[in-house]
């Protein structure tokens, strides 16, 4: 290897040449070339293949405790589909005196009847709930560069000639967003390697803006209680919306339950017939049926006609653990980390939520 060491435009890993097992590998020919991106990266970007990354809870602590000793603006990314499950727990321990900016990526995934005033409202009561007090914020659809051009000018106005952190959760569409902002500065496309894999970037990449500031992507933080982490690439393509979301309504008596494939389970106990409005991907099917039969209908058709999981991963697949809740506030929220939410109006129903051991279920003030 030169003397000069190369990083990949890709993830901002270091390339090396001498061994295709490790991180950074890229063939000695890849060196030549303008933009050099890791075998790795590559493999990504042309065939949608992803190959494991061996980068530690420790790896992210480092980074983070950089951005707090920095003078810098925070740029923080949640998905809007999966908020809590995309919030950077503690994020608020790290960010010293800087100011946050927080910015919900996805809104394009919402119905188009959610009011985007109201979202921000909601978004900055539960920024707040959760220990973090936003300059700021924005909503943007990454993916069609809704909002993009308004939020990179709040980002340069309110970086006041400082270097800027983007941080994120895996999955949150944080490099597409990055991507989209260096297109509308630079006219450069697709920089960063983006896909819908957790932890696609590995290092600190720096994007140098026009007054030798940067703009620093750093790598998605592994959220593990984030459902993406229980399901294979496959499953994550039904599970991971990618258009607007069609809301499901079920009425349901007392002791009825619904499936959500065989990755969560929802029983409504009591509180007389009721309707249940459901966000989820599209593409996962919903499965009514008796409280009674619902254990014995999952033993017998997980991985079959509940699914995902499919049949092959039922053996590593965890056991989905149950949650009781009783609503007491009129508009709550049931949240499936990581798939979704079910909506009830009227308090007074007592429900249970079932998610895989590790996976996060709560309830909140409703977003819609």
């Known amino acids: 290897m030169s003397e000069h060491q190369h990083i990949c435009m890709g993830c901002g890993v270091k390339v090396q040449t001498e061994n295709p097992e490790e ?17 790795r990266c590559f493999r990504l970007k042309h065939y949608n293949e992803v190959q494991d990354v061996s980068l530690t809870d420790d790896d992210f602590l480092k980074i983070l405790n950089e951005m707090g000793k920095s003078d810098a603006l925070i740029v923080m990314i949640v998905d809007i589909f999966d908020f809590n499950g995309s919030w950077l727990p503690g994020l608020h ?34 920024a707040k709930e959760l220990g973090l007090k936003p300059e700021d914020v924005f909503l943007v659809s990454a993916a069609k560069g809704m909002y993009v051009r308004e939020t990179a000018a709040a980002i340069d ?72 982490h229980f399901v294979d690439k496959q499953d994550l393509k039904i599970i991971t919306p990618k258009k607007e979301i069609k809301p499901k309504v079920f009425q349901l008596n007392e002791g009825q339950t619904l499936f959500f494939g065989g990755l969560a389970r929802f029983d409504y106990i009591s509180g007389g017939r009721r309707s249940f409005v459901c966000y989820v991907s599209n593409e996962l099917n919903i499965h009514r049926t008796k409280m009674e039969n619902a254990d014995e209908l999952y033993e017998k058709h997980v991985g079959e006609m509940l699914t995902p999981p499919r049949m092959n991963q039922i053996e590593s697949f965890p056991e989905l653990v149950k949650q009781e809740f009783i609503i007491k506030e009129a508009k709550t929220d049931i949240v499936f980390s990581g798939l979704g939410w079910i909506t009830v109006n009227e308090p007074g129903a007592k429900v249970a939520a079932y998610v895989p051991k590790g996976v996060q279920a709560l309830i909140r003030k409703s977003l819609i």
Not at 23 to 39: F, R
């Open 93 to 126: 321990r790290f960010v010293g005196s800087n100011k946050v900016l927080l910015v919900g990526n996805k809104v394009d995934l919402l119905p188009k009847s959610v009011k985007h005033s109201k979202l921000i409202h909601w978004m900055k009561h539960e």
């Open 23 to 39: 991180l950074g590998y890229a063939p000695t020919s890849a060196l030549e070339k303008e933009m050099i991106i890791c075998q």
């Open 157 to 228: 106005e309110h970086r006041n000639g400082k270097d800027v952190y983007v941080v994120g959760c895996t999955n949150v569409g944080k490099s597409t967003f990055i991507n989209r902002i260096i297109k509308e500065v630079t006219g450069e496309n697709d920089v960063i390697t983006t896909s819908h894999f957790p932890g696609t970037t590995l290092d600190i990449i720096k994007i140098p803006l026009d007054d030798e500031k940067s703009l620093i992507d750093s790598p998605g933080i592994i959220n593990h209680h984030q459902m993406a």
